[in-house]
């Protein structure tokens, strides 16, 4: 099955795209996700002239933008538009005043940005997120649900659908005709050492290797292959334990998922 096999650059977000292009295309990437956040070589106060000058530089190394992890204000689908970005990746966060009004909010919200995206021709991908976010596959479908399917995607994530206690066989078929991007990391539970909780959670998330955690990517890409999916495949390059190098797991995940998509 032939993906865009793409990588989110957050664990180098601040290199300019001289350096950036050159990495991501080294590690076997033909696609990125960037983010354009205040702590990042794009920022937002500069999108609309710098994140065309970063694509143009990374495809001049063989590395196509897939989207910008960023925010639904109107100057991001500007920049989108002007650097051919297609995709603005947001996730739908869960206020202190419950599920119910958050969820409400936050259809409000992409409501809101529907004549942006219209407008610009740059579609909103909103991705599940374990923790203070819609957390599902299913509470984001059904966040989308009438809303144009042209202009509002869904990301479906393998570490928050696994989180989520779902399966690949049951959400990804349900999210067919929505799916903009798949993103794959992996993750565990893992237990809190006694005291080290201010909440009193017994158990965290801990994110490891593709082969390590609670999602199975090969029965994600079978079930991709089998509903026709062609499009990116992003690894997020999102890892808790820090003494191995981000590069040398993403090179190993990469080629794990390369075998498990043939």
């Given at each position: 099955m032939t993906f865009l096999w793409s990588v989110f650059t957050k664990p180098w977000s601040e290199l300019p795209g001289d350096r950036l292009g050159p990495l991501v295309a080294g590690l076997g990437f033909a696609g990125a996700e960037v983010p354009v956040r205040d702590t990042s070589y794009v920022t937002p106060a500069v999108a609309e002239r710098e994140l065309p000058k970063l694509t143009h530089r990374l495809r001049d190394d063989g590395v196509e933008v897939i989207s910008i992890a960023g925010y639904l204000d109107e100057s991001f689908f500007a920049a989108c538009a002007a650097a051919g970005v297609p995709m603005i990746r947001v996730m739908a966060a869960l206020g202190p005043d419950g599920y119910a009004a958050s969820a409400h909010r936050a259809r409000a919200w992409l409501e809101a940005a529907a004549p942006l995206a219209e407008r610009y021709s740059v579609q909103v991908g909103v991705q599940p997120h374990h923790g203070s976010y819609v957390s599902s596959t299913l509470g984001v479908?059904?966040?989308?649900?009438?809303?144009?399917?042209?202009?509002?995607?869904?990301?479906?994530?393998?570490?928050?659908?696994?989180?989520?206690?779902?399966?690949?066989?049951?959400?990804?078929?349900?999210?067919?005709?929505?799916?903009?991007?798949?993103?794959?990391?992996?993750?565990?539970?893992?237990?809190?050492?006694?005291?080290?909780?201010?909440?009193?959670?017994?158990?965290?998330?801990?994110?490891?290797?593709?082969?390590?955690?609670?999602?199975?990517?090969?029965?994600?890409?079978?079930?991709?292959?089998?509903?026709?999916?062609?499009?990116?495949?992003?690894?997020?390059?999102?890892?808790?334990?820090?003494?191995?190098?981000?590069?040398?797991?993403?090179v190993t995940d990469l080629a794990a998922a390369r075998r498990a998509a043939r």
């Open positions: 479908l059904a966040l989308l649900d009438g809303l144009p399917s042209a202009h509002f995607r869904l990301v479906w994530d393998a570490a928050h659908d696994a989180l989520a206690g779902d399966d690949p066989r049951v959400t990804l078929p349900l999210a067919a005709d929505r799916l903009g991007i798949v993103n794959l990391k992996n993750a565990v539970y893992a237990p809190v050492e006694a005291g080290g909780s201010s909440t009193g959670d017994r158990w965290h998330t801990w994110f490891v290797p593709g082969e390590e955690g609670l999602a199975n990517w090969a029965t994600a890409l079978e079930v991709l292959a089998g509903l026709g999916y062609h499009g990116p495949v992003c690894l997020s390059g999102q890892y808790s334990d820090p003494s191995v190098p981000v590069e040398e797991l993403l």
